[in-house]
């Protein structure tokens, strides 16, 4: 059974309308994947300050700082 739409002076069969809808269904999905995406890129600035008040963090940043003071002695000797 063939289905046609007239809107105004264009008449689509039916199978033409859901080619150009699944067309459109498709460029709406490769959309909305860039727009998650692209959000992504932003992501890093939620993280700024997230360990401030954290005191394993600070330990572990001393610590890199020690092994970076040790490995600088090491090298200017």
Known sequence: MVFSI??????????????R????????????AHMKSADKEKDWRSTIGM??????????Q?????IRKAERQEAAS
Not at 21 to 32: F, G
Not at 62 to 66: D, N, R, V, W, Y
């Open 21 to 32: 809808v699944s067309a459109i269904e498709k460029t709406l999905a490769q959309l909305l």
């Open 51 to 60: 360990f401030a008040a954290d005191p394993v963090m600070k330990q572990i």
């Open 62 to 66: 001393e610590e890199g700082e020690k």
């Open 6 to 19: 007239v809107i105004g002076s264009l008449t689509m069969t039916q199978s033409t309308l859901e080619e």
